[in-house]
Nanobody
Framework: QVQLVESGGGLVQAGGSLRLSCATSGRSFSSYAMGWFRQAPGKEREFVAAISRSGVTRYYADSVTGRFTISRDNAKNTVYLQMNSLKPEDTAVYYC??????????????????WGPGTQVTVSS
């Protein structure tokens, strides 16, 4: 069992930055690929970024490539999402998720085993 808790969300103006953190507890953090997903009102949850267990392999949605960076610190059992040049369309609840998986991380939310409760990110224009 893995518990995840996101933090770092908030209200920011367009063009600003936020860094989300996802702290985990439970089974060995380094055994899990980690992902960030988001869900805007009235929309389905969508993939944002994912990182492999070692941190070597990273994937991004086209909409955030070049603006967001996912990273992890296995010593601190934490995964991060640095979000720069934020746009109003980035407004959503952001979730981190853990996937017990070897190799490249998944980009499908159904493949992830554990989820945090989410943190709200609101970008004003």
């Amino acid at each position: 069992q893995v518990q995840l808790v996101e933090s770092g969300g908030g209200l920011v103006q367009a063009g600003g930055s936020l860094r989300l953190s996802c702290a985990t507890s439970g089974r060995s953090f380094s055994s899990y690929a980690m992902g960030w997903f988001r869900q805007a009102p009235g929309k389905e949850r969508e993939f944002v970024a994912a990182i492999s267990r070692s941190g070597v392999t990273r994937y991004y949605a086209d909409s955030v490539t070049g603006r967001f960076t996912i990273s992890r610190d296995n010593a601190k059992n934490t995964v991060y999402l640095q979000m720069n040049s934020l746009k109003p369309e980035d407004t959503a609840v952001y979730y981190c998720a853990a996937e017990l998986r070897l190799g490249a991380p998944s980009q499908e939310n159904a493949k992830y085993h554990y989820w945090g409760p989410g943190t709200q990110v609101t970008v004003s224009s």
